[in-house]
């Protein structure tokens, strides 16, 4: 019985993965908006009723998806620091890693990246699930700052009485141990890195920045400052 089970759990392993690799076919065809599962079934000659087995609905299709893009890229960004952790890089040299294999898989992965930062998919509303997933590139920036604190320090920036408040709150929601000042700066710096990276993507720096690899560089960092790492 036990070797049938293995065998079964295999099959559907293999079908799982079929399924999902034939989705992001589509998306990168056509696009999430249209991505159905009729269409899926129908591209690897399977009957509907047999893919509503893996996936019920378009929706938890996609939800998988987008945590295995979360989760690949949150792999990338873990493995970017270790790897400067273990050579004893500081904390600024983990940061601009980090930054840089975020901009690399995103490059390598243009249509999982949009499916994540890109335009929201009609109609579908990403469950909990893909919180502790897409938490994980912020988590690695996080521990980034907390060593940095616990050891040199950080040059705390500046931030306005009115927004103190919410800042303390960030912290204690996600970012316990930083001072509030740096909290509110990562969240900055971490919609400003999304955002280079998905100017550079989606073409609005044509005909703008042309020496892109060392354009990002000064601009990871720069956010590494703004964040108050020590420069060396």
């Not at 990246?113 to 469950?127: F, K, T």
Request: charge should be neutral; hydrophobic fraction near 50%.
């Amino acid at each position: 019985m036990s070797t049938v089970r293995g065998a079964r759990e295999r099959a559907r392993i293999e079908v799982t993965a079929a399924i999902k690799d034939e989705a992001r076919r589509m998306l990168a065809a056509e696009g999430a908006a249209k991505l159905s599962l009729r269409a899926v079934a129908r591209e690897l000659g399977m009957v509907s009723s047999a893919l509503y087995r893996y996936f019920p609905s378009r929706d938890e299709l996609l939800t998988a998806l987008i945590v295995d893009a979360y989760d690949s890229l949150g792999a990338a960004a873990e493995r970017a620091d270790a790897d400067v952790l273990a050579a004893g890089g500081a904390p600024l040299a983990r940061w601009t890693a980090v930054c840089a294999a975020v901009r690399s898989w995103a490059l390598e992965h243009p249509h999982e990246y949009s499916l994540i930062y890109g335009s929201p998919v009609p109609g579908y509303s990403a469950p909990m699930d893909t919180v502790a997933p897409a938490s994980r590139v912020a988590n690695v920036l996080i521990g980034i700052l907390r060593t940095a604190h616990a050891g040199r320090g950080l040059a705390l920036p500046p931030l306005p009485a009115a927004l103190r408040p919410e800042a303390v709150r960030m912290t204690a929601d996600f970012a316990e141990g930083l001072p509030p000042e740096v909290t509110a700066a990562l969240v900055a710096a971490w919609a400003h890195l999304v955002g280079l990276i998905s100017f550079e993507l989606f073409g609005q720096f044509n005909r703008v920045v042309q020496d892109r690899d060392a354009f990002f560089a000064h601009a990871a960092g720069q956010l590494a400052h703004a964040v108050g790492l020590p420069v060396v």
